[in-house]
């Protein structure tokens, strides 16, 4: 799979990322055996997959220490993101709080370091902004575990346009984590163009809209019942549903010969600005699936039909 470069880091990335969130199971998931885990983050590294995100949060720092042990032996070929900023009281969903402050940084950083069995980490990213701390002594301490050596670059994730550009008047930003997908395009609107103008790397989260744009059915995640999904399927609409069907219809009269999430994840991945697509799964037939859209090319007239569907649901 072709790496491209990570915004204004030194960073070769794949087009498509292994999101280890599924993986930490509890409170967002249900669990998965850590054998199976790991079996699955190999299988995406054989499969040309080289970055792989996580955070402390997914599992209540499961998910970390599951991606630390099953990357040991190949640690040096790959990237790793990482968040922090989501702190926990207790396992639960209601123990949760933010807290990006600098003695919280200077925690988490070597607490994340351990947990993933590695000196450094790649790509440090702010999980959600908190508006009790000044994105100042945010950023400063950010550069302060940089020049320390505890991380490569760093980033945000759910951040505004003006939240950005607040962060980048204290340091170098160097990636935005953010949710994107063909039913959600509101960063085209103005996150996006930022990135694409300061040079700043890419991750889209949610890329196949919770299980939405895959072969499966809004009825079947439902069944599914995971506390992660269950809010995103609340908020389709019935003109979400048709979109979904329009496009079904263009990949089958194309002749593409692959699944619908292969084909949205080809789509998502040659969109401007949008670096790499975080894909999870709990399943390695989805990521083998998913890994090939990285050879997919969608036709102009197809991209422009598509997109003419799309922009009737943009939000502003």
Not at 83 to 93: A, P
Not at 184 to 207: D, T, V
Not at 247 to 258: D, S
Request: hydrophobic share 40%; net charge negative.
């Amino acid at each position: 799979m072709k790496t491209r470069q990570f915004g204004n880091t030194a960073l070769y990335i794949t087009p498509i990322t292994f999101g280890a969130w599924e993986i930490g199971g509890e409170p967002f998931y249900s669990n998965l055996p850590d054998d199976d885990s790991i079996a699955l983050i190999h299988e995406a590294f054989v499969l040309g997959i080289n970055f792989f995100d996580t955070a402390p949060i997914y599992g209540f720092g499961h998910s970390e220490r599951i991606l630390g042990k099953a990357v040991k032996k190949f640690r040096d070929k790959i990237v790793i993101s990482t968040k922090c900023g989501l702190r926990w009281k207790e396992n639960l969903l209601s123990g949760i709080y933010k807290d990006s402050s600098k003695k919280s940084i200077l925690d988490e950083i070597d607490e994340t370091r351990k947990r993933l069995d590695t000196d450094v980490i790649d790509l440090y990213l702010v999980h959600w902004p908190d508006v009790n701390t000044p994105i100042g002594q945010t950023i400063e301490t950010l550069e302060t575990i940089k020049a320390q050596g505890k991380i490569r670059y760093y980033g945000l994730s759910n951040f505004s346009t003006a939240q950005i550009a607040e962060a980048a008047r204290y340091g170098s930003v160097s990636a935005l984590q953010s949710q994107y997908s063909m039913l959600n395009l509101k960063l085209e609107n103005s996150e996006l163009p930022y990135c694409i103008e300061n040079n700043i790397g890419f991750q889209a989260y949610s890329p196949l809209h919770r299980g939405v744009l895959t072969d499966k059915t809004v009825e079947s995640l439902r069944e599914f019942a995971q506390p992660a999904i269950n809010w995103i399927l609340d908020s389709m609409t019935a003109e979400n549903t048709r979109q979904v069907l329009d496009i079904k219809e263009i990949m089958n009269y194309g002749g593409y010969g692959c699944s619908f999430a292969s084909f949205v994840t080809a789509w998502t991945i040659a969109q401007p600005g949008i670096t790499t697509a975080i894909i999870g799964t709990t399943k390695p037939q989805h990521i083998k699936d998913v890994a090939g859209a990285a050879e997919i090319t969608i036709s102009a007239e197809d991209a422009r039909t598509i997109r003419s569907i799309l922009e009737n649901n943009r939000q502003a």
